[in-house]
């Protein structure tokens, strides 16, 4: 039953995501929004929305490792599996220079959680600090993107734009009917989450990283594929950039200013550190400016089996231990 709950969880949130979106930029554009701040505001929001309502969710029920794990993780496999996987069909490439520079500013916002994560409690004040960071690179990028003349926010639309509502009352039906399913679907999941963790055995916070993580991670993994088979390797890479930046600013900044979080002790002291040295290596490929190839994308979907194995195997309870 619990597998089957999450299962459920799973599907509310991936549709009733979509339905969120597809309506509320249906309803900008009926009031002649432009595309441009559509894209940088609507799309990256509602896109989203499925981790944030498990997050607050599952802070509200007591969960934390699950809350935290799921942004973490969800980190984590956007790195290595997101973009490993798609490498495999073609090799992924992309402006180098735009790409460092915003793989500088996700590694300083995972910084900045992780400074706030071993302060202890991560409260409301410092959960604004972390959405006002993200409002100030919003708002730049999107003045950088009209004064340049880049249209990448606006090819974001393109596929919601495809089969989107056309009349207002539809809009509205699909923006209620997907807030209402994505409330049901975190509260099915993070409940079949947590009975999944205590009949296995394990800690909430590797469901969290793991299970949980992967599942929410699953719209960006289908749109990074779709890109490699289009040759589109600037749109997986953008993809994954920015929804890592979302997760450790807005996700955990807007949950921890619903209700305070603390990250559990295995996080602090290993997975923390894996996620950053995950989006240090990043760095590393775009100062480079390599294409993710096969080799890449082999070794970085290598390293996430590894990584998920090491949850189960106990390798990174080990270690938080030993670092004690």
Known sequence: MMYLQV????????????????????????????????????????TSAPELVVCIQAA????????VGNVVGSNIANILLVLGAPALIYPLT?????AFRDSLIVISGSLL???????????????????????????????????????????????????????????GFFIISGLI?????????VTGAVSIATEAGVSEEIIG??????????????????AAFRRHGDVAIGNVLGSNLFNITGIIGVTSMVT????????????LFFMLAASALLILIFHLKKPIGRALGGFLFISYL????SQFMGISGVYSVAMM
């Open 113 to 171: 959680f992780t400074v706030l994560a071993w302060t202890g409690i991560i409260a409301f004040w410092q959960g604004l600090l972390l959405v006002i960071m993200l409002t100030v690179i919003i708002y730049l990028a999107y003045r950088r993107a009209r004064k340049e003349g880049d249209l990448s926010a606006d090819e974001a639309l393109e596929e919601y734009e495809e089969n989107m509502p056309k009349t207002l009352w539809v809009s």
């Open 209 to 226: 990283l793991t299970l949980v993580a992967l599942g929410t991670s699953l719209p960006e993994l289908a749109t990074s594929l779709i």
């Open 306 to 309: 590894a990584y998920v194995l």
């Open 60 to 67: 509200l029920d007591g969960a934390p490792g699950i809350a």
């Open 260 to 271: 305070p979080i603390a990250a559990p002790e295995q996080i602090l002291h290993f997975d």
């Open 181 to 189: 399913g994505l409330v049901i679907g975190s509260r099915l999941l």
């Open 7 to 46: 299962a459920a969880g799973l599907i509310l949130l991936l549709v009733c995501g979509e339905l969120l979106v597809r309506g509320a930029v249906a309803l900008a554009e009926h009031f002649n929004i432009s595309k441009l701040l559509i894209g940088f505001t609507i799309v990256a929001f509602g």
């Open 94 to 98: 992309c402006d180098s220079k735009s």
